[in-house]
């Protein structure tokens, strides 16, 4: 799994400053990739399951309603990363917001993946987002 999520990181650069790196390609990486995972597909659960089909509410199955749970998503993989970061004790630098920004657009796309996939299941919203 730590190569997996090195990987997947590392694609915007290697981690600053060096001395860091092991910190971050053994704590930080993993931990954010699967808190992301993990989120996006609680999210995922919570709009086609419990919202879309528990509990029938048929005014929140629009593509609008799916594009909260996309952006708040996004927001809750930035902020795992600067949260990640500061319980690690890593130097504050600019890494950590591209880390950030890059974390949230995996989430988009975790987000996205498991929408084509779980949205079958939703009786109310089994075409949302398309």
């Known amino acids: 799994m730590k190569s997996l999520f090195r990987f997947l990181y590392e694609l915007i650069g290697t981690p600053q400053p060096p001395s860091e790196i092991p910190v971050y390609r053994d704590v930080i990486f993993p931990n954010i990739g699967l808190i992301n995972i ?5 999210l995922v659960l ?3 399951y419990l919202i879309n089909r528990a509990m029938g509410v048929a005014t929140f199955n629009k593509t609008g309603n799916w594009a ?3 952006i708040l998503n996004a ?3 930035f902020g795992v990363v600067v949260w990640q970061t500061n319980a690690q004790a890593v130097a504050s630098h600019s890494y950590i917001y591209w880390l950030a920004t890059f974390n949230a657009f ?3 796309l975790w987000f996205f993946l498991f929408s084509l996939i779980l949205k079958g ?3 109310n919203a ?3 987002p398309f």
């Open 126 to 128: 089994s075409t949302t």
């Open 75 to 77: 927001l809750i993989a």
């Open 38 to 42: 993990g989120v996006s597909l609680a």
């Open 106 to 108: 995996y989430g988009l």
């Open 46 to 48: 919570i709009f086609y």
């Open 121 to 123: 299941g939703s009786r």
């Open 68 to 70: 909260l749970f996309l």
